[in-house]
């Protein structure tokens, strides 16, 4: 599995149930990489999506520990197992797309993170694990510099050795 992860220079991810940006650029690169795939992402995220609604024209797994817990549109796992055997199943690149609890319990099983770094620290509750400080992890490739506004950021992919 892939991570798809935004992060700012001390790897926040979130604040009060929110990203820390919307930059419109990395959200159209999110789309290209994740249309017509499945993406992974916790109950929370979810709802801070419009509406609360699955992303379109992807497979949704939402994860949620709540036996009642249903979402139109998309499957539910309700523990990290349960989604190991759907994906299992699965002939299709399966992207994890947060947030904090989900990425830090799936990142052992994913090789690759795809990391939107923003040189900014922006006040955060939410963080993703340091990937520089992990040993098994090394970047493969870095994009150029990209600007929204007074911010800067790089597309950043991280590989398991
Ligand atoms: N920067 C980015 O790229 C990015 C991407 C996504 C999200 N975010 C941010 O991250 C924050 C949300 O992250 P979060 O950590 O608070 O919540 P989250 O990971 O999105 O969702 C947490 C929920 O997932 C379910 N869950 C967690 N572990 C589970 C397991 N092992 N089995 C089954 N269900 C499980 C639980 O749902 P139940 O309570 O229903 O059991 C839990 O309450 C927001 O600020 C959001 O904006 C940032």
Known sequence: MTIIVAADENWGIGNKDELLVRIKEDHKNFKALTTGHTVVLGRKTLSTFPGGRPLKDRTNIIMSRDPSYSVEGAEVAHSVDELLEIVKG????????????????????????????????????????????????????????QTYFDLTYHFVTYERI
């Open 90 to 145: 699965l002939d299709d690149e399966v992207f994890v797309i947060g947030g904090g609890t989900i990425y830090e319990q799936l990142l052992p099983y994913c090789d690759k993170a795809i990391v939107t770094r923003i040189d900014h620290a922006f006040e955060a509750d939410t963080y993703f694990p340091d990937l520089d400080a992990d040993e098994g992890w090394k970047i493969t490739e870095t994009s150029d510099e």
